[in-house]
């Protein structure tokens, strides 16, 4: 069985950047596709980054394109998430999972993921 646990997040002031990270034990991630998901308090958890099996295709939720970086090791079991120019609204819990990329290619939204979940990152942006 897959464990995922989740390392990086922190406490920063808006505009600067974390790197969390997804590394997995118990088995190889290396045949899944793998995505990051946060959950604020009050909202539930929402899609935020994923990326192919083979590192080569990545998607991103519109809000945070163009500044989160979703990258995988497969060498290492790990999945990354390079996060710049935070904003306060990024502040949540991430979590990384096991995901089905047919179901994010085909409809934009990753669907139910595998259920491989860690205990998550806390990850805080103040103004």
């Known amino acids: 069985q897959v464990q995922l646990g989740e390392s990086g997040g922190g406490s920063v002031q808006a505009g600067e950047s974390l790197r969390l990270s997804c590394l997995a034990s118990?088995?190889?991630?290396?045949?899944?596709?793998m995505g990051w998901f946060r959950q604020a308090p009050g909202k539930e958890r929402e899609f935020v980054a994923a990326?192919?099996?083979?590192?080569?295709?990545?998607y991103y939720s519109e809000s945070v394109k163009g500044r989160f970086s979703c990258s995988r090791d497969n060498a290492k079991n790990t999945v990354y998430l390079q996060m710049n120019n935070l904003k306060p609204e990024d502040t949540a819990v991430y979590y990384c999972?096991?995901?089905?990329?047919?179901?994010?290619?085909?409809?934009?939204?990753?669907?139910?993921?595998?259920?491989?979940w860690g205990p998550g990152t806390q990850v805080t942006v103040s103004a």
């Open positions: 999972d096991a995901i089905r990329l047919t179901n994010l290619q085909a409809t934009g939204d990753p669907g139910a993921p595998y259920g491989y």
């Open positions: 118990g088995g190889s991630i290396r045949i899944y596709a």
């Open positions: 990326v192919s099996w083979s590192g080569e295709n990545t």
